[in-house]
Nanobody, 123 residues
Framework: QLQLVESGGGLVQPGGSLRLSCAAS????????IGWFRQAPGKEREGVSC????????YYADSVKGRFTISRDNAKKTVYLQMNSLKPGDTAVYYC????????????????WGQGTQVTVSS
């Protein structure tokens, strides 16, 4: 069964950093593109970053470009999201899921949403 589990969230001050992890099980990680999404209270879920299965090309939402970095370790079956220069506006629950990478990051077509990991940026 295809499963992705997020971890690494927490409370951090503005300007700080966090690294999120997305651990895969039940499938070969590099068989799918993987996306990170986030949902803040009262807002719709949005695509943050994506790494393509074919050549590892990375994609970022304009709001995080230059601050977030997505990477993939196929041996560890884990996708990471390194988040630097965090802002209060980055506060959200972060999720990973298989995705279609592009200018717009679209979740699916396989897997389901997990519980996510909470990121809170506050002084």
């Amino acid at each position: 069964q295809l499963q992705l589990v997020e971890s690494g969230g927490g409370l951090v001050q503005p300007g700080g950093s966090l690294r999120l992890s997305c651990a895969a099980s039940g499938f070969t990680l590099n068989a799918y593109s993987i996306g990170w999404f986030r949902q803040a209270p009262g807002k719709e879920r949005e695509g943050v970053s994506c790494i393509s299965r074919s050549d590892g090309t990375t994609y970022y939402a304009d709001s995080v470009k230059g601050r977030f970095t997505i990477s993939r370790d196929n041996a560890k079956k884990t996708v990471y999201l390194q988040m630097n220069s965090l802002k209060p506006g980055d506060t959200a629950v972060y999720y990973c899921i298989t995705a279609l990478c592009g200018r717009t990051i679209i979740p699916g077509p396989f897997g389901s949403w997990g519980q996510g990991t909470q990121v809170t940026v506050s002084s």
